[in-house]
């Protein structure tokens, strides 16, 4: 292939991401460079020897619209195709490793963004998918670092715990708010 085929360099590029996507993955440009090794466009992402290969898909990435990035917690950047990947599950797919850190976030998102707590269930099902032995990890890991100071839980009269951070929600109402999720969760 020839410098020529950029229109079908852009395409492969689309394509490889997407199929990360539909596989519920995030892809880094190295990965990227790869499939379209793979594919044959080796030569024309060799065109210009003294570019990384890595650097000039990271270049053509960010003029694509249909792909959107994520600064990873590598500290790289990785794609994905917000139509079949949601940035939101992006991010949770991103810090699935750092347990106590995506619970954190998620705890805080819910009491900022809606505001409400969130039964420590939530994190169970998809797409978290934790064990119980890694939710309790994560819960001894935030008790013992400063960073998790905020991370609060409450008890509902019927025994569900419910998170929420205390930089976004008061005690009393996070409360009240598990007592009222509770209770039109019970009656439907």
């Known amino acids: 292939m020839s410098a020529g085929d950029a229109p079908d360099l852009g395409k492969a590029i689309v394509e490889a991401v997407r199929e990360a996507s539909a596989e519920a993955r995030l892809v880094g440009a190295d990965e990227v460079v790869e499939r379209l090794r793979a594919r044959g466009f080796g030569e024309c992402l060799d065109t210009e020897p003294e570019v990384d290969p890595c650097r000039r898909v990271e270049a053509l990435l960010s003029g694509l619209p249909e792909i959107a990035s994520l600064a990873s917690l590598s500290g790289r950047a990785v794609y994905h195709d917000p139509a079949l990947l949601s940035r939101t599950y992006a991010r949770i797919l991103d810090r699935k ?22 039964p420590v269930e939530l994190f169970e099902a998809p797409p978290f998918d934790l064990a119980p032995e890694a939710i309790e990890a994560a819960f001894k890991a935030m008790a013992a670092s400063e960073e998790f100071r905020d991370i609060a839980f409450t008890t509902t009269s019927q025994g569900t715990v419910y998170l929420f951070s205390s930089l976004h929600l008061e005690r009393d109402y996070a409360t009240f708010l598990a007592e009222q999720d509770e209770t039109f969760s019970m009656n439907p």
Do not use: F, Q
């Not at 619970?103 to 009491?111: D, G, K, Q």
């Open 97 to 118: 490793g750092v347990t106590a850190l995506l619970m954190a976030e998620e705890i805080r998102a819910n009491s900022r963004d809606y505001p409400r707590p969130v």
